[in-house]
């Protein structure tokens, strides 16, 4: 059955375009400002790692980030950490693709390392950018006819010390882009079924380039490339029989494992653990969190609770209260998209509280790959608080991009310009990055507005068919 209504006049991507537009913004501003290398994001272990690899060495946790002070010019000395356990690239326990990537920027700095550090922050910028993007894309795929939904998501998403890491020299941008690009096609496929021609064809290979860009970066990509490959076997398996399932996921999961797997056996080898997260507890000397009051002392856990308050108290108080009202109204019902991003989550979750009870450091950016179901259910949630969807939307982005307009300011000041008398570069360029900035944040304010004086609260133009009863559930949520 086909439910036609007068489309929207602006697309629901336009506000997750300009809030990836935003981030970029955000990023370049930052990358040109904070000095480098910046140790709290692990800058001098990522540029030891590409040094490593220009010398045509794979590095290991034990490797010295400087081997040869002439490779790095006048930051040399910076570099070198102020003990031992800090002078080494203790990032090669992850995959080497993003490092990979940015390796033609070394060549291109000529022993001068400087010359185009803002240029590999950059790389890591982008990535940000397109994640927020796939966020809005994955939140149109779970909820299609409420195109409220990925507009708040992406503005949810793009939290105020997520949109500050994006301006460093690091690889979650790249493997979180690629983790969400896997999770789009993947729940594409399953929304559209398995067919032999092109369009499931592209959606597949897709789905298995995502995958091997996240497991290529950081071993949480690995969780995900497991997650697609178990929920289309099971999810088509049952659906179709046993060779298209097996056909598709392997694959989406074959494709991967073959490119990178070596690499966590290598870690195996190395470090008794496919991450290698053991051996860095025992190099850093962390003390497991033993007691509640030992929360409180996990490195980096203070600046992300003051810095998200809002996305917190979303999905802890008014996501739960509308998931058992929803429950108790219609029952639990399941759609195998949901339930992948549940089970990866869920997954996720776990690793993080046993990384940080055994005394590791807390990092949001650790939640990217987890954002699409966060976002998209603090959105579903913060859409319930009123009777008017775009109108709710309005007031809840308003909120979220004034706070998020306060928390870099705040973030900076604290950070950045109160810790340097200088800056990378100088000059009116940072000041105009951050004016596009604000005039990208108010225009995705306006487009929601405008949602909201026009045709918003009506239903979605284009004819769209019922995809099944599982997913309708999710409509009314």
Sequence with gaps: MLEVSPAPRRSPMTVPALMAVLVLLVGAQVACVFKFPSWGNDEPAHLGYVAALARGDLPTIETDTVADPQQYGVIADDLVGWDE????VWTANHAPLFHLTVLPLWWASDGEPQRVFI????VNTLGFALWVL????????LVPRRPAVPALAAVLAATPTLSLRAGFLMNDGMSSAGALLAFWMTIRVLRDGVRVDRVTGGRLALAALGGVVAAGTRASGVLVVAACCLTLLV???????????????GVVGGVPALATGWFYLRNLHLYGDL????ALLDKFQRNPVTTLGGIWGIPSLDEALYSMPIAFAVLLVLVPVVAIRRVRRTGITWDAAWVMLLAHGAVTAVQIVGFLRSGGGYHDRYLMTVMPLLATAGALAMLRTGRHEWRVAAVWSGVLLAWLAGALVWLERLQIFGRQTSHPVEGPLPELLV???????????ATVVAHARSDGD?????????LNSAQESFQSL
């Design 458 to 466: 009506r239903p979605q133009l284009r004819a769209e068919p019922a």
């Design 85 to 88: 356990e800090h002078g080494d």
């Design 435 to 445: 004016g596009l900035a604000v005039a990208t944040g108010l225009a995705a304010w």
């Design 119 to 122: 240029a590999m922050r950059l």
């Design 275 to 278: 991450t290698g997260q053991s």
């Design 134 to 141: 796939l966020v809005g894309l994955i939140a149109r795929e």
């Design 235 to 249: 999810a088509l398996w049952r659906r179709y029989g046993a060779r298209q399932a097996i056909l598709a996921a």
